[in-house]
């Protein structure tokens, strides 16, 4: 079992939906991130948290829009997908500040899927 | 981004053989590198690290070998089992706070 949860596991939704996937650890970690996977592709690193701070956004278009509310919590709103956003989205966490030289715990992340 | 890719995207060995799973990248500041593993329907798992001050690691079953030279870094797993049938991957953390996966090689164990 992964000591980082994600929910919901699968989520279907309209291009003019608004949704969001959420993810939390309970390890003190102070480090979280969203990554984006397409089928048979490596994980793509989209935002990293640092200490609740957005530290780093890898030119994710706003229609992704990430969320900390608190050390534990990780948040990714959705609205306005387009088709092409479908794809398994993961989190993970990392001891300290990140990315810095530390291995990432990952979740079994959101199959995500736009109508 | 940064090129990190594996010279074979599928290997097939059979089930006790050893394996051996390699990786090329391109920035030769990296510092860090770190092998996943990812079974079908889960996330990548850690399986070890390596920072670029080492050439060696070990771990239960498995060893990581850098070759800075080169640019290279493997993956042996020792008396493969059909548990160890997934995709992995490499990482590198480049200087700049980078952190990117590799292109990815599935592993199948033969029973």
């Known amino acids: 079992d992964t000591e980082v949860t994600q929910t919901p596991k699968h989520l279907v939704m309209g291009m003019t939906n608004k949704k969001s996937l959420k993810c939390e650890q309970h390890?003190?970690?102070?480090?979280m991130y969203w990554y984006k996977q397409k089928a048979k592709k490596p994980p793509e690193l989209m935002f990293v948290?640092?200490?609740?701070?957005?530290?780093i956004n890898e030119s994710v278009p706003s229609r992704f829009s990430p969320e900390c509310p608190n050390s534990s919590l990780l948040n990714l709103h959705l609205h306005a997908l387009q088709p092409e956003d479908s794809a398994l989205y993961l989190c993970?966490?990392?001891?300290?500040?990140?990315?810095?030289?530390?291995?990432?715990?990952f979740g079994d992340g959101t199959r995500l899927s736009i109508l | 981004g940064e090129s990190v890719g594996l010279h074979l995207p599928t290997l097939s060995v059979q089930e006790g053989d050893n394996s051996i799973i390699n990786c090329a990248y391109s920035?030769?500041?990296?510092?860090?590198f770190i092998w996943y593993k990812q079974e079908s329907g889960k996330g990548p798992q850690f399986i070890i690290d390596?920072?670029?001050?080492?050439d060696k690691r070990q771990g239960q079953r498995v060893t990581v070998l850098l070759n800075k030279t080169v640019k290279h870094l493997s993956l042996q797993i020792a008396a493969t089992q059909p548990g160890d049938s997934a995709v992995y991957f490499c990482?590198?953390?480049?200087?700049?706070?980078?952190?990117?996966f590799g292109t990815g090689t599935s592993l199948t164990v033969i029973p």
């Open positions: 993970a966490s990392s001891q300290r500040g990140g990315p810095g030289n530390q291995p990432q715990h």
């Open positions: 390890m003190g970690h102070r480090a």
């Open positions: 948290y640092s200490y609740e701070k957005l530290s």
């Open positions: 920035n030769s500041a990296s510092d860090y």
């Open positions: 390596i920072r670029s001050n080492m």
């Open positions: 990482a590198e953390n480049t200087p700049g706070n980078q952190f990117y």
